[in-house]
């Protein structure tokens, strides 16, 4: 199944949005509109830290588990998604590139390695579900953002 990649350009520096990006508990803050029930094991941050969520899309809801697998500050931020009983494998890609203006250009890609038949039958249905929620996630991510790193500097 072909992957999905959103985007935003936010005012924010490649370092500021790694840095939260990092702590897998800020994740619910920008994607609780699909991905709810969190719970947290492994470090706070970096890999190795890890989430088992309820996602709720297409009107089906499946358990989640997210970890971090790699990570390359402040560029890049890898995710393996397992879910379906281990039949749905999928990794999710932060990328933070910094703007010539000033600020920074993030992507997020969604592929799929592995999916069972279903998925493969409904990748079109699919494939459209997550790009609506993860623009969605997008531009939740930048307003929280912006929250963040003015509470932070104050």
């Known amino acids: ?41 492994g470090p706070a941050r970096g890999i ?5 969520v309820t996602a ?3 009107g089906t809801k499946t358990d ?5 697998v790699e990570a390359d500050p402040p560029r890049r931020i890898v995710e393996r998604n ?5 039949r749905r494998l999928a990794h999710g890609t932060y990328t933070i590139e910094p703007l010539p203006t000033g600020g920074s250009h993030v992507s997020f890609t969604y592929a799929w390695a592995r999916v069972p038949l279903a998925d493969c039958l409904l990748a079109p249905v699919i494939r459209a579900t ?10 939740r991510l930048a307003t929280e953002l912006g929250h963040h790193v003015s509470t932070a500097g104050s």
Request: with cysteine.
């Open 48 to 52: 190795g830290s890890c989430a088992t």
């Open 56 to 58: 709720a899309l297409g």
């Open 130 to 139: 997550m790009r609506r929620a993860n623009r969605t996630v997008m531009r």
């Open 64 to 68: 989640v588990t997210i970890e971090v």
């Open 1 to 41: 199944m072909k992957s999905v990649t959103v985007l935003i350009d936010v005012p924010q520096t490649p370092e500021q949005v790694y840095d939260f990006l990092d702590v897998v508990a800020h994740h619910e803050r920008f994607t609780n509109h699909y991905l709810t029930d969190w719970h947290y094991s």
């Open 82 to 86: 397992v879910s379906a009983a281990g």
